[in-house]
């Protein structure tokens, strides 16, 4: 149960971030590849900061950490 939980609470919060996310993808085509990749990069570390932070809120982590 406690991990459904974190999963719903991870969607809500990259559909938060989805304004970050969507603003990065939009002008991911106007650069250079180089800037693209970065992009890209950035864009998986947003998804995985959200992941970590409903983890770290849900307690699942509280035995590792």
């Known amino acids: 149960h ?3 939980s974190a999963a719903s609470d991870v969607y809500k919060r990259q ?3 989805d304004k ?3 603003l990065l993808l939009a002008l991911r085509p106007l650069l250079k590849e ?3 990749e970065k ?3 950035a864009v998986k570390i947003l998804k ?3 992941v970590w ?3 770290k809120d849900s307690g ?3 035995d590792i950490l």
């Open 53 to 55: 932070s409903v983890l």
């Open 48 to 50: 995985l900061l959200a």
């Open 20 to 22: 970050n996310t969507e």
């Open 39 to 41: 992009v890209d990069k």
């Open 34 to 36: 180089e800037r693209q």
């Open 60 to 62: 699942i982590l509280s």
């Open 15 to 17: 559909v938060s971030n």
């Open 2 to 4: 406690c991990i459904s």
